[in-house]
Structure formats: C-alpha cells, structure tokens
T-cell receptor
C-alpha cells in the first residue's frame, strides 16, 4: 500500500483480556516503531525494529507488552491482561533514512479502550 | 532523559491571526521535526531542521531551529481553519547511530472561522 496501515482502528476490550494490534509498514522501510499516545499527551516510545537486528524494547512499560516483527514486514503489538491505564492510541511508524534526519511515516493508529 | 516542552498547550485564535508555538529543551538535538496530527490520524511530518539557526518556510508556516539546537519555534501567518490540529515537535538525539525521537506533548490549535 501507499502508507502505513494499522488494524483494528478501534478496539474495546474488558480489563484482563489480551489484545493484538497490527501494523503494516510501507514496503521497503526497514525500521518500524510503536508508540503510545495517551489523551493530552505526546508520543511515548515503546519499541523499535530495524531489519534483522535485535529490537530495542526499552520503552515497553511492563512485561504485559510484547511485539514481534517478521523480517521487514508486518508487526504485531500484544498487550496481555489489559488494564484501564492501557487505554490509549497506539501508533505505528516506519522509517526511511534521509540526508536531513530520519523521516517517520505514521499509521492512523489503533484506539484501545479498556473497560 | 531528554525532554521537550511545548507551549502553549492549547491555542484558540480567529481566522487571519498570527501565532507562534514554542518547543524548548535543556538538551541538544541533532535535528528537530514538526508534525501535525488531525483527529483519528497519525502525525504527518511538516519539516525537519538540522542546522542551528536554520529557518525554513512552508507557505504560511515558518520554522526556526535555535542556534544552540535546543529549541525551535513554529510561526503561522494568517491562520486558516485548515491549520487546526495538534502540532508536535520531535527531537533527534545527538550521537551517531541514534534513531529515537523525543516528542513534546503538543500544542492543540483551533482556528475559528
């Protein structure tokens, strides 16, 4: 596709359930990021994938959060035993490196609501 | 930990007015990016500045990177309703091989017709 796509666009779940969010990056982009955006807040870095290198998981807030990416394709972010404080918009971005800083292209996000 | 402070947090102005949004830090950044985010969408990159003192213009938008590469501003001339959105600044850290951006909390702009 032409841009980064994410699914589902909205997810409502009950506290304690597991959820899986999907990101399809721009074809050919080797780098992929996941961010969390809480209401009224900026973007909080969660995890970074670059090619076949080990991912940078330093932003994951707890061991309930995990993410996978196969090669340079789709990525999934999984949240186990969801809590109400997990409610947020989860954004995915893929990156191409340019001469004037890195350019990240964002998907529309998945709005997660934990009841 | 690098932090970016944006001000103001909220701004509501009449169509045709000018405005300036600020992005400040005590840390040095290798680059500074500005994004605009509309409801239900992801942020869209507006501009990247990499040189201290750099000024870039994008139609009615003027972006400036501070001489010390610690701060930036976004000035909009003759604001229009289409400028409404959340404006985010993001700093690229110094150091080779760095890849993370530090985002500010954003300025929510409403331009009233």
């Amino acid at each position: 596709g032409a841009g980064v796509s994410q699914s589902p666009s909205n997810k409502v779940t009950e506290k304690g359930k597991d959820v899986e969010l999907r990101c399809d990056p721009i074809s050919g982009h080797t780098a992929l990021y996941w961010y969390r955006q809480r209401l009224g807040q900026g973007l909080e870095f969660l995890i970074y994938f670059q090619g076949n290198s080990a991912p940078d998981k330093s932003g994951l807030p707890s061991d309930r959060f995990s993410a996978e990416r196969t090669g340079e394709s789709v990525s999934t972010l999984t949240i186990q035993r969801t809590q109400q404080e997990d409610s947020a918009v989860y954004l995915c971005a893929s990156r191409v490196s340019g001469s004037r800083g890195d350019t990240q292209y964002f998907g529309p996000g998945t709005r997660l609501t934990v009841l | 930990t690098q932090l970016l402070e944006q001000s103001p947090q909220f701004l509501s102005i009449q169509e045709g007015e000018n405005l300036t949004v600020y992005c400040n830090s005590s840390s040095v950044f290798s680059s500074l990016q500005w994004y605009r985010q509309e409801p239900g969408e992801g942020p869209v990159l507006l501009v990247t500045v990499v040189t201290g003192g750099e000024v870039k213009k994008l139609k009615r938008l003027t972006f400036q990177f501070g001489d010390a590469r610690k701060d930036s501003s976004l000035h909009i001339t003759a604001a229009q309703p289409g400028d409404t959105g959340l404006y985010l600044c993001a700093g690229g850290p110094s150091g080779a091989g760095s890849y993370q951006l530090t985002f500010g909390k954003g300025t929510k702009l409403s331009v009233i017709p």
